[in-house]
């Protein structure tokens, strides 16, 4: 009787354990995790991502555009800096060329010249000194030495202009002055250059023009401007009274 009885029960018993063994066969294959789920979960941050290699990509996308047209001219080279020896010549030389002692100052700057050849301020001084001198193209020379040297030199752009009044080339005067101020839109005496050039043409507009924004930037421009030859054609002009009275 108790073999009988027991049969039914473990009959059910096996059952069940055969149900829950394929439940558990078919759904936990499903719910286990994948390698690359597991890499995602314990990055901390993107930087810990995986991410593909480059490698690849590069055989395929140029690492600059095709060359259509001519590449860009390479970088300006860097401006001389003059040996402090030559500048210490060139300032003592400089102070000589205001005072107009050109014989001395000539002297102190081929002294600077002698110690750095490539001094673009002494060489551009020289050719300024040479042109009152009445050596124009020799002054020139050396000037445009100075410019291809540092072409941003807006003293030279000016004395460019400057030997070029003195020489009579006006117009070629006024275009080195206008460079002068295309570099420095303050630069007083470029605007006082032209100016006076065209004050020996008589042209009174054109010197109101350029000798008023000198004044701004300058107010002594007045007292030099009213003893200055070059503005005679000018002088009885009742505007340019107005613009350079005391």
Request: aromatic fraction near 10%; charged fraction near 15%.
């Amino acid at each position: 009787m108790l073999k009988r009885s027991l049969y039914p029960i473990l009959l059910i018993a096996s059952i069940i354990l055969v149900i829950v063994w394929a439940t558990v066969f078919h759904i936990f294959p499903q719910n286990k995790p994948s390698q690359i789920d597991v890499t995602l979960n314990q990055a901390t941050s993107p930087s810990q991502i995986p991410v593909p290699s480059s490698s690849a990509a590069t055989n395929t996308i140029p690492s600059s555009p095709p060359q259509t047209i001519p590449p860009t001219p390479s970088a300006t080279k860097p401006v001389h800096l003059s040996d402090s020896p030559a500048l210490a010549r060139y300032d003592q030389g400089l102070k000589l060329y205001y005072q107009r002692q050109f014989p001395e100052a000539l002297k102190l700057f081929n002294q600077a010249l002698a110690i750095d050849p490539l001094c673009y301020e002494a060489l551009n001084a020289k050719g300024a000194t040479l042109a009152f001198q009445g050596h124009y193209d020799q002054g020139l020379a050396l000037i445009e030495q100075a410019l291809d040297l540092n072409p941003a030199f807006v003293y030279g752009h000016f004395n460019q202009g400057l030997a070029n009044e003195l020489a009579g080339r006006w117009e070629i005067a006024i275009a080195a002055y206008q460079k002068a101020l295309q570099l420095d839109k303050r630069d007083t005496w470029s605007y006082y250059g032209i100016a006076s050039i065209y004050g020996r043409q008589g042209n009174i507009d054109k010197v109101l023009e350029y000798l008023q924004p000198a004044i701004t930037l300058d107010p002594d421009v007045k007292e030099v401007a009213r003893d200055e030859k070059d503005f005679a054609p000018v002088q009885k002009d009742p505007r340019f009274q107005t613009l350079v009275k005391p």
